[in-house]
């Protein structure tokens, strides 16, 4: 993959990498580029479609994990495709459950780079967090991934994989005989604000993990395609959110070409604090990100920008800073929302976080010029959900101390 030359340049894999016995992880990768896999490994173009058609099906709308169980398909030919594919899942390193029903796994890819993935089950809605990079090239000071040398990009399978493994933890794969309701289109199964028609618990997508996703562009949208496939997991992308920190010349590509909403990392609504805080700022200044906002694609009263906005004491959180943003957020006549997110401090974090009580008047402040400002629950302190922590906590732990709690996991699961 080629990124555009104003990007930052960062390794990336290339999509098909065959593992150590030759075979090829289809994981990641669209219905066309199995057909041409199978065309190339022997079967007429004919055949090569119908199959690959078959097998995308088993792969991301069923979720099957081998040829075997993929029953429409001849068995003498299922073992012609298990010689030759593979259907992969990152690896788990660990996996942690809060008392407030918060999960997060840290996981591996399979050259051997962690990164992690929570799920936050709500009343309403079950969003699973999912990571676009091992470690993120951006240095925002209150955020813990920041901390970490970008090591590299995830591949759509390893993002599609995050998606693809919360579904198997948590037993969400349409069953053989099962009512297939993503047939009765997108407001049957996803009705806005509730649990999707059939009951499942997860229900929404934030690429909020760990990394930049518009720094990963083309990997992101290609993992995401296969999330919102009407055949594949066939999540409407109306639940699917892609949160930047600014990337500003790539904004307008995300809305055309994946078309999910966007949440815009804002923290400050001065060049000084913003520069200091995300120091991507110094490169894209809130004008021009304030514009890119306005020109997204798609935006609506009904489908409004979420700014996030981290309370730090002293530092953004004042009422002066609460009214410039509702000015803001006027001037470039956003149909936003903003989230008001506690920060979570970690150790050697030089912020704090603001008080509860500047957070409600912050809140107040917003809310009563009319743009909603919900103050985010913080989920998880118990098992360090926060962007970027379990992945130190894990380094830190001993080799024994990983593998009692991969016993215990397995004792949990058995
Ligand atoms: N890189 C993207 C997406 C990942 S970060 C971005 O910056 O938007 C997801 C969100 O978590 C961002 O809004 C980020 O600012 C926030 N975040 C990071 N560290 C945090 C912390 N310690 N406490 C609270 N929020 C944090
Ligand atoms: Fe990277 Fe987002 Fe963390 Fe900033 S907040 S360092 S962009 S992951």
Same mark, same amino acid.
Not at 99 to 128: N, Q, Y
Not at 183 to 206: F, P, Q, W
């Given at each position: 993959m080629q990124i555009p030359g104003i990007i930052d340049p960062i390794p990336t894999p290339r999509d098909i990498t065959p593992r150590e016995d030759g075979r090829v992880d289809l994981i990641g990768l669209p219905k066309q580029r199995i057909t041409e896999l199978f065309e190339a490994a022997g079967l007429d173009p004919k055949a090569a479609k119908l199959r690959a058609k078959q097998v995308f099906h088993w792969l991301y709308h069923r979720g099957v994990m081998d040829f075997e169980a993929m029953t429409d398909i001849a068995k003498t030919m299922r073992p012609w495709l298990g010689t030759r594919f593979v259907i992969g899942r990152p690896e788990i390193v660990l996996s942690?459950? #809060?008392? /407030?029903?918060?999960?997060?796994? +840290?996981?591996? %890819?399979?050259?051997?780079?962690? @990164?992690?993935?929570?799920?936050?089950?709500?009343?309403?809605?079950? %969003?699973?967090? !999912?990571?676009?990079?091992?470690?993120?090239?951006?240095?925002?000071? @209150?955020?813990? %991934?920041?901390?970490?040398?970008?090591?590299?990009? +995830?591949?759509? &399978? $390893?993002? *599609?994989?995050?998606?693809?493994?919360?579904? /198997?933890?948590?037993?969400?794969?349409?069953?053989?005989?099962?009512? =297939?309701?993503?047939? +009765?289109?997108? =407001?049957?199964?996803?009705? $806005?604000?509730?649990?999707?028609? /059939?009951?499942?618990?997860?229900?929404?997508? *934030?690429?909020?993990?760990?990394? $930049?996703?518009?720094?990963?562009? /083309?990997? *992101?949208? =290609?993992?995401?395609?296969? *999330?919102?496939? &009407? =055949?594949?997991?066939? +999540? #409407?992308?109306?639940?699917?959110?892609?949160? %930047? #920190?600014?990337?500003?010349?790539?904004?307008?590509?995300?809305?055309? $070409?994946? &078309?999910?909403?966007?949440? !815009? #990392?804002?923290?400050?609504v001065s060049k000084d604090v913003r520069d200091e805080i995300v120091p991507i700022n110094r490169k894209y200044g809130l004008e021009e990100l304030l514009q890119a906002c306005a020109d997204y694609p798609g935006l609506s009263n009904a489908r409004r920008i979420t700014f996030e906005y981290v309370m730090l004491k002293d530092k953004n959180d004042s009422d002066q800073d609460a009214r410039e943003l509702v000015r803001l957020i006027k001037q470039y006549k956003l149909p936003a929302k903003v989230n008001l997110i506690p920060f979570n401090p970690w150790p050697g974090a030089i912020y704090e976080c603001s008080s509860p009580e500047r957070i409600r008047r912050f809140s107040e402040i917003v809310f009563e010029a009319g743009i909603s400002a919900p103050v985010r629950t913080p989920r998880g302190r118990d098992i360090d959900a926060a962007c970027g922590q379990l992945k130190t906590a894990a380094q830190k732990m001993s080799r024994a101390e990983l593998d009692r709690l991969a016993d215990e996991k397995q004792a949990a699961l058995g």
């Open positions: 942690q459950h #809060s008392s /407030d029903g918060t999960r997060k796994w +840290l996981l591996k %890819t399979a050259d051997g780079h962690e @990164f992690e993935m929570v799920f936050i089950p709500d009343a309403d809605r079950g %969003t699973l967090c !999912v990571s676009s990079q091992v470690g993120c090239t951006l240095n925002c000071r @209150f955020c813990h %991934t920041g901390t970490m040398r970008l090591v590299r990009n +995830l591949t759509p &399978g $390893e993002i *599609v994989g995050q998606v693809m493994l919360a579904r /198997d933890a948590l037993g969400e794969w349409p069953r053989a005989g099962q009512a =297939d309701l993503s047939a +009765l289109g997108d =407001d049957l199964v996803d009705d $806005e604000g509730g649990y999707s028609a /059939d009951g499942r618990l997860l229900t929404n997508i *934030v690429m909020m993990g760990m990394g $930049e996703p518009l720094y990963n562009f /083309d990997n *992101v949208r =290609d993992a995401l395609k296969l *999330v919102m496939d &009407g =055949d594949g997991l066939a +999540l #409407s992308k109306r639940r699917i959110t892609l949160s %930047t #920190s600014g990337v500003v010349p790539m904004m307008a590509r995300a809305g055309e $070409e994946i &078309g999910v909403n966007l949440a !815009v #990392s804002l923290h400050a």
